[in-house]
């Protein structure tokens, strides 16, 4: 089982989730609204916030597990959905998870996913 963490542009959400629900058996998806900063921090950024006097960039945070075979479909989606060429762009980082336990039912492994 793979976990797919997406820092991507909030203007670019609706299109990416529009593409993931078209992969055949995606099983959910987290939102949260975020704010961060990548190696160019935000300097030159056009839609920088300052919080405590530190400049971020607002971003939105894609959470996604699936099984192995999955995790390609979903990191490809993404890359090219919210891809615009432009510095802060964001990135997908890609791990393992080792465990998923369905609340209400207690199952446990790729069949709770
Ligand atoms: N290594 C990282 N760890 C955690 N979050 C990151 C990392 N790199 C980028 N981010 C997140 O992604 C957002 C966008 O980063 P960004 O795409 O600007 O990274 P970058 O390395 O500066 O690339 P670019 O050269 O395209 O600007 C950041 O605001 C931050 O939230
Ligand atoms: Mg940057």
Same mark, same amino acid.
């Given at each position: 089982?793979?976990?797919?963490?997406?820092?991507?542009?909030?203007?670019?959400?609706?299109?990416?989730?529009?593409?993931?629900?078209?992969?055949?058996?995606?099983?959910?998806?987290?939102? =949260?609204?975020?704010?961060?900063?990548?190696? =160019?921090?935000?300097?030159?950024? =056009?839609?920088?916030?300052?919080?405590?006097?530190?400049?971020?960039?607002?971003?939105?945070?894609?959470?996604?597990?699936?099984?192995?075979?999955?995790?390609?479909?979903?990191?490809?989606?993404?890359?090219?959905?919210?891809?615009?060429?432009?510095?802060?762009?964001?990135?997908?980082?890609?791990?393992?998870?080792?465990?998923?336990?369905?609340?209400?039912?207690?199952?446990?492994?790729?069949?709770?996913?």
């Amino acid at each position: 089982m793979k976990e797919i963490k997406a820092i991507i542009r909030p203007f670019k959400l609706l299109e990416v989730i529009d593409e993931l629900t078209k992969i055949e058996g995606l099983p959910g998806v987290t939102v =949260s609204e975020i704010k961060g900063f990548g190696k =160019s921090r935000a300097k030159n950024a =056009s839609d920088k916030i300052i919080y405590d006097m530190i400049e971020f960039i607002p971003r939105v945070k894609l959470e996604v597990v699936v099984i192995d075979d999955m995790a390609d479909d979903v990191v490809n989606v993404i890359q090219k959905y919210a891809h615009t060429g432009n510095t802060g762009d964001g990135k997908i980082f890609v791990c393992e998870v080792k465990e998923v336990v369905k609340i209400r039912t207690n199952e446990r492994g790729e069949g709770a996913i």
